[in-house]
């Protein structure tokens, strides 16, 4: 039948002439099943210790609660994200802190490199396997409050390690004190690259491997230098690995507190007390929940944008992890 017009009408699409999904094979289902059972178990764990505690505290950055049982809890508005700039003891604990700890994080992040970075280019270029690969990552599952105690005893001022082989060498004139600024701002970051070390060594030894074989033949066969090399193959490839390493570190630095309460962090030492410290102490030292739990948002937050951002640049780049 024609229509008014004299043309045909349109014939309307049929399920028959839809597009239809591949349907999965008992194989593919049974595939899929196993990743989904493996992966529960951690998605579970982070949605009930990150996500469902992240929602839960959320409304308690707005009210004046000072412990978890505080039975009359006040409505303040924003008055906790105001008081670290309004409030003069606030303010005297909080930018000091910070200051302690940006400058831990530039030393511990250089760290990463010094460490991590040598140690996967000797990994990749003379071919250490196996038994040295456990022996590096070993210290990575030292704790911190053990890493910590092991600093108070290697710089022990009468029978330290460290500070009794400094002094026979004369390097030092007397022995250095690892609760000054001096050891909380340069010992203590070392410290920690040495146990991230194995961890930031797998990192950079994955985007290492990750280059073709190819590119580095032909490199070398045309003259380049070692330095040439890195600069020009090595590290441009490895764009993700030194995103990954910098989120980490970033975020590791920001995140360390066991091996400050082993150097006094929470007993009085001023030079121990960064910010995660000075979050613990307002939170339940001083029974200010609801103000150490906004001001550990207020740090983090910034954080987590550049974290975001850094993951925008390397797509903008032309690199995916």
């Known amino acids: 039948m024609q229509s008014v017009s004299g043309k045909s009408p349109t014939p309307r699409p049929t399920s028959h002439s839809r597009r239809e999904r591949p349907r999965m094979s008992r194989r593919q289902r049974r595939r899929m099943l196993q990743d989904w059972a493996l992966l529960s178990p951690q998605l579970i764990l982070f949605v009930g210790l990150t996500i469902v505690p992240l929602m839960v505290g959320i409304p308690v950055l ?36 910070l200051a302690r700890t940006v400058r831990f994080s ?57 500070n009794l082989l400094l002094l026979k060498l004369g390097w030092i004139e007397r022995p250095v004190n690892i ?95 960064f910010l995660s410290v000075i979050f613990v102490r307002y939170g339940f030292a001083l029974e200010r929940l609801s103000l150490g739990m906004t001001l550990a948002v207020e740090t983090f937050l910034p954080l987590t944008i550049l974290a975001v951002f850094l993951q925008r640049l390397q797509r903008r780049s032309g690199h995916e992890v």
Request: proline share 4%; hydrophobic share 55%.
């Open 62 to 97: 707005f009210t004046d609660r000072s412990t978890f049982i505080d039975p009359q809890v006040n409505f303040i508005g924003f008055d906790n994200f105001t008081r670290v700039f309004t409030d003069a003891a606030i303010a005297s604990d909080y930018w000091p802190a």
């Open 106 to 162: 530039i030393l511990n992040y250089l760290m990463v490199f010094a460490f991590g970075l040598t140690l996967a280019l000797l990994m990749y270029e003379i071919g250490f396997r196996g038994g040295f690969f456990t022996i590096i990552y070993l210290p990575w599952i030292i704790s911190g409050l053990a890493l910590g105690f092991m600093a108070l005893m290697l710089f022990a001022e009468s029978t330290g390690t460290v």
């Open 179 to 273: 609760k000054l600024e001096a050891g909380t701002t340069v010992i203590l970051p070392i410290l920690v690259g040495w146990k991230a070390a194995g961890f930031n060594m797998a990192i950079f030894l994955a985007g290492l491997l990750s280059i073709p074989k190819e590119t580095i033949e032909a490199a070398a066969v045309d003259g380049a230098s070692y330095w040439q090399r890195l600069t020009r193959i090595y590290f441009p490839q490895m764009i993700p690995s030194f995103i990954i390493a910098t989120t980490f570190a970033l975020l590791g630095s920001f995140k360390v507190f066991d091996e400050l309460v082993a150097l006094g962090g929470l007993s009085g030492n001023r030079e121990a007390q």
